[in-house]
């Protein structure tokens, strides 16, 4: 449509005026079908690169190691429905699921705020939040994630996609700090589910969460705060 360029809703979170007219889209402009076409783009270039490193024998920090679509959507499904809380991202890679994070902060007026220790994957982050055109929804933190966590009291949506030997010691960073009703989200819950085995046992048996694992993408760990 030719208003939609006039209200890209990811120039909208930073401006008081424009979050009053991003809540006016919000019934107007779905998720995925009004995705801006430089996310679109940078998210299929990205998509490209995931299958050339999982084919070509890319050494496995070098690649992206990013989720599929499907769990991007499914991702943005929750974090759009999660109750007012910070956004929060552990491991972003080259950012890929941090744009489908990103619409749903635009979509909620919020900002995804995500982690990334790797100084390479930092600056490709940074080339992909650039060129989306979504480095208002976004902020990038360099830096572990284990040293920041304690500075936010209430989150609504955590998504982890990190190194594994971490999760156990996120989850009990996160958990506490998520206000009721608030998600936490982790990848690869099924395909490295014997490294993880005794984070998810903590979590299905964990009394502060309602928790399952959704067989979808690599598998995610869903907990719901009670």
Partial sequence: S????????????????????????????????????????????LEARDREDRGDGTPRLQRLRQIPPETGKFLALLAAGA????IIEVGTSAGYSTLWLA?????????????????????????????????????LIAGDARQHIQQFERIGFCFLDAEKEVYGEIYELVIPRLVTG?????????????????????????????????????????CRKA
């Fill in 103 to 139: 619409l749903a902060a635009a979509a909620t007026g919020r900002q995804v705020k995500t982690f990334e220790i790797l100084p390479e994957k930092v600056e490709l982050a940074r080339e992909t939040f650039r060129l989306a055109g979504v480095e208002h929804t976004v902020q």
């Fill in 83 to 86: 109750p007012a809380g910070e």
């Fill in 182 to 222: 608030g998600l936490l989200v982790a990848d690869n819950a099924i395909n490295h589910r014997e490294t993880l085995q005794p984070m998810l046992d903590r979590a299905l048996a964990d009394e502060r969460v309602d928790a399952l694992i959704v067989p979808i993408g690599k598998g995610e760990l869903v």
């Fill in 2 to 45: 030719g208003l939609y360029p006039q209200f890209h809703p990811f120039r909208l979170a930073p401006y008081p005026v424009e979050r009053g007219l991003k809540k006016m889209l919000k019934g107007i402009f779905t998720m995925f079908h009004s995705i801006p076409p430089a996310v679109l783009d940078r998210m299929q270039s």
